[in-house]
Structures are given as structure tokens and as C-alpha cells.
């Protein structure tokens, strides 16, 4: 098995292991705790590459303390060094997810001490790589002394990602493009593919400025409409989804990300495609919508099936395309003449939409696009003609 490196439009964007099988990016999270013929694993690259640090440096790490860390997951006392913390409890997690203990300790531990997002988890992951010489300028924290609050909110943490909770949820946030979007269960997890459609997206949108309002259905974080209201000040971003947390956590990122005006921009509610009122006509639909394949339900990892919504993974048929089959036949119903549709998909959907719209009296199969790791991802259609309710 091995490791794959991929650059994006020079930014450094994930990292693939893979055995083979069929490839459905919704099955995986960022990060899992084993392989099989039928998954891989991808993570947000800049949050996995752990730089090695040359300098030279010194560690306060007390000879006479050690961590008593018991086999369903450990116990951190208070009082000891943030560099033992790290050796113990990256040790104790290999039992669990060998290759990827370091970056799952690193990320907790540097969301608990609230050390810098962008630079927090390399700095501890530079202290757990240099031990017995850690770079002069991380001294201090590596002798800093865990508190009895840390200790403990540590061994909650790490007891959770033992039972293969995503990190995502753990932490309660993660990278999206260029922010940090709150997560929380049972939402999915903001993936790399993801990013891909909004870069397409935006692509459009910029070589149409025409293009002012878009719908964004089953918004989850919000990650795909709100980073498209960055991006674009003057959309109006509509956003919907059949799970409660999706809308509030939407909204409270975009209140985040947008600032004091998010509300002049993003607007999401508790909504079904089927159930969708318009009183104004989009320019675009934007959606990750659930895909996979009913028989692939079963062969989810855990990381996934056991914590993220099966209302957001689900196709809810032997083809997986129920849900995006609805999107399709309300599109005419909320779009203006020519706005298109932009969708991730199953690899294996592609084909079967470019049958079923060869004769579809309103709209038409434009285009598909491949992701970063080659798959048939993507979709774009058109509306030709729309409808009154």
C-alpha cells in the first residue's frame, strides 16, 4: 500500500492510500482507521504533512513520570509535559489507527491548549518527531505542564477517536478552501472533492456575472455556499436541508466566515427539494446531494456509517440517484431559462444521467469532470426550459 501526494492549483490538498476497488469519495472520511479492497483514505494535505525539524533544541521531560495509559484508551494526568503527553498518547492510539495516531493526537491536543489553527498541530507534531531534540523556538511548549482540565478533556478525546468518531466531530471543526468551517455530528465531514466543485462553480460564476442567486441543496456545513459568498460578495446564497443541525450549524458559519452582514447573503432552511417553494428564480444550483448506491451502504467504514448522517449519504436506491432524480425534476420549477446545475456524484451516475436527460423535455446533460484522484465526479446540466407550479 502507498501513499499519494497531489498538488491543486498550487495549494496542497489531500492525501490518497488506496487498494483498489471502486472509488466513492461520500463512503470515506478524512481520516479512517483501516484499509480495505473498496476504500481509501484522504486528508486536507496541509493538516497531514508533518514537517521534520533539523534544529536543535532541549526538552523538559521528567524522568520519574510516567503515564499509567490503560488498554481501552489511557489516562492523562495533569502535571506532566505536553512532549510526554504527546509520546504516550500517540503510542496508545496506534492500537487503533497506526499510520495516522500522530496526526489525530496533534490535531486534539492542539485544539485543546487553543494553540494557532494553521500551525498548532505542525509545532506538536514537530515536538513528537524530535524528541530528544526539539527546535529551540518550541522549548517552551513542549515543557509546558498539562492542566487538570486538559488532562482530562485529552482522555474524553482520545477515547472518542478509539471508538473511530471522526476527527472532525471530535474537534468540532476542520478546513474548507480557505476557512474553518464548525462541524458537528452527524454532518459530513468537509472533503477535498468538495472543494473541487466549488472551484468549478466559481468558474462559472466568474465567467458569468449574470449569475446573482443560487440555491445550495443539502447545504450540511454549509461549505458550498458559503465559501461561494466569499468568493462573490454580491450572490444571494439560498440554502436547504432536511437535518435541523445542518441549518443551524450553516447559519452559525456563516455568521462566522460572512461577519455582521452573513444575513444579507446566506439564507438556510429547514427544507426538502420536494417540499421547495420559490418565489425567486435561480441562476444556478449548487449540491452534493446524497448518491451512494444502496447495496454500497453496507461497505462504509465505520469512521463513517457509526457518526455521519445516512439522510446525507444515502441514494436510497439500487443506483443511488432517487435524491438527485428529485433535484432534476424540480429544477425547472426554481430556475431561470439557462441557469445550470452543478452536482457531485457517484462515478458510476455520470452515464446513467447522460441517458436519462438525452430526452428530458427541460433539461439537458452539459458536461462531467473528473476529481484530483481521476474519478468520473462531477456533473454539470442546464435548464432549457422552465416551469410554473
Avoid at 38 to 59: A, E, I
Avoid at 214 to 226: A, P, Q, R
Avoid at 278 to 307: G, T
Amino acid at each position: 500500500m502507498q501513499s499519494t501526494l497531489r498538488k491543486r492549483n498550487s495549494r496542497l490538498i489531500g492525501l490518497l492510500f488506496w487498494s483498489g476497488g471502486l472509488i466513492r469519495s461520500r463512503q470515506l472520511p478524512l481520516l479512517t482507521s483501516g484499509f480495505s479492497s473498496t476504500n481509501f483514505r484522504q486528508v486536507s494535505f496541509h493538516r497531514q504533512r508533518w514537517t521534520r525539524f533539523l534544529s536543535k533544541g532541549s526538552c523538559c521531560r521528567p524522568s520519574s513520570t510516567s503515564l499509567k495509559v490503560t488498554h481501552d484508551g489511557g489516562v492523562y494526568p495533569s502535571g506532566i509535559s505536553v512532549a510526554l503527553v504527546l509520546e504516550q498518547a500517540i503510542h496508545d492510539l496506534k492500537d487503533v489507527e497506526d499510520e495516522q495516531a500522530m496526526m489525530s493526537v496533534t490535531n486534539i491536543l492542539a485544539d485543546i491548549l487553543d494553540l494557532p489553527w494553521t500551525t498548532g498541530y505542525k509545532d506538536l507534531a514537530s515536538i513528537a518527531t524530535n524528541q530528544h531534540a526539539v527546535p529551540q523556538h518550541l522549548t517552551e511548549l513542549a515543557c509546558r505542564l498539562i492542566t487538570a482540565q486538559e488532562a482530562e478533556e485529552l482522555t474524553d478525546k482520545l477515547h472518542r477517536r478509539k471508538r473511530q468518531e471522526p476527527i472532525q466531530h471530535i474537534i468540532g471543526k476542520w478546513d474548507f478552501l480557505d476557512y474553518n468551517f464548525l462541524v458537528r455530528a452527524p454532518l459530513l465531514c468537509p472533503r477535498p472533492e468538495t472543494e473541487e466543485l466549488v472551484e468549478l462553480v466559481a468558474q462559472e460564476i466568474s465567467d458569468n456575472p449574470s449569475i446573482q442567486h443560487i440555491l445550495d441543496v443539502g447545504c450540511g456545513t454549509g461549505c458550498i455556499g458559503i465559501s461561494l459568498a466569499t468568493k462573490f460578495p454580491y450572490l444571494q446564497v439560498s440554502a436547504i436541508d432536511l437535518e435541523p443541525v445542518a441549518v443551524q450549524t450553516s447559519q452559525e458559519n456563516a455568521r462566522l466566515i460572512l461577519g455582521s452582514q452573513w444575513k444579507e447573503q446566506y439564507d438556510a432552511r429547514l427544507c426538502t427539494a420536494q417540499d421547495l417553494m420559490v418565489d425567486r428564480r435561480f441562476d444556478l444550483v449548487a449540491s452534493n446531494p446524497p448518491y451512494i448506491p444502496s447495496a454500497d451502504m453496507n461497505k462504509l467504514d465505520k469512521e463513517v456509517k457509526d457518526y455521519e448522517s445516512h439522510q446525507a449519504l444515502s441514494g436510497l436506491s439500487e443506483d443511488g440517484l432517487d435524491v438527485i432524480r428529485e433535484i432534476i425534476a424540480k429544477l425547472p420549477y426554481w430556475c431561470n431559462v439557462s441557469a445550470t446545475c452543478w452536482m457531485e456524484v457517484d462515478p458510476s451516475q455520470p452515464a446513467i444521467l447522460r441517458e436519462l436527460l438525452a430526452s428530458h423535455p427541460h433539461v439537458a446533460f452539459v458536461s462531467s469532470h473528473y476529481d484530483m484522484f481521476g474519478k468520473e465526479r462531477f456533473v454539470k446540466l442546464q435548464v432549457h426550459h422552465v416551469r410554473n407550479h
